[in-house]
């Protein structure tokens, strides 16, 4: 079933044109009832008659919305133009709203790729494109709009993990928003076409992982912030510590044997890599 236009006139024209068969009419019966005029009766009757089922098709349609017409159980077109519109007599109108919706989804406690409980969370931005499909294919488009909608929220979470602790660069929930937020509105674009509903944008707006997990998790993202950040010291000392070999090689023509190379990177790294602050201590051995 596709949306389609049905027919319908400006309201305005069609209610002027109405009290104007009423006047015609009610003037015929006037006229034959005084004349013993059947005919001129009987088209005066038949005027007001139409001026009644036309002015019974009458509707309003607000901005943003449609009006679905169904004519003794069967579809026959929307009126999609706001205003007031003369129709098909004798016709059922459903109204359906064309505004741009949100549905935020509740707090789903789902497995990542790697089996760990998370809790995740979504807004997804719809409207309705297709009124004749929203109403007539699904029993309820905003409740299956829903449901769709946390059963693709489950899927999308359970492709990717939470997060990764190697440089592999591989997209993982928390560091990849937007790729994941686009999978999830493919995956319910997919799911919706069939209600009339496009998706107009989908974001998360919760992500964490679950309690009786997130003790354990967060220990080891400091474990692995801390292992960086000590990476980067010791790299940092290595590099300092061979740039004063060798300046004091070149200025002073020292020259350095393994063994007090040795004592001197000791201590050199002892004092960068160390979190307290370092004592001095001067050997006096050596001046005996």
Known sequence: MKEKQVFHINGYVGLVLAI???IGGGWLIWEGSTGDNIASILFGALLILIAAFGASSLTIVGPNEARVLTFFGKYIGTIRDSGLFMTVPLTNKFSISLRVRNFNSAILKVNDLRGNPIEIAAVIVFKVVDTSMALFEVDDYEQFVEIQSESAIR????EYPYDTFDDDNKITLRSNPTEVSDRLTEELQARLNVAGVEIV???LTHL???TEIASAMLQRQQSSAILSARKVIVEGAVSITEDTIQRLEKDTGMKLSD???LQ???NMMVTIISERGSQPI???SDLK
Do not use: C, G, M, Q
């Not at 899927?155 to 359970?158: D, F, I, T």
């Open 259 to 261: 063994d007090k190379k």
């Open 264 to 266: 001197l990177i000791n």
């Open 20 to 22: 104007l068969f009423v």
């Open 201 to 203: 944008e989908t974001r």
């Open 208 to 210: 964490a992982y679950a």
């Open 282 to 284: 001067i050997n006096t």
């Open 155 to 158: 899927h999308v979470a359970s």
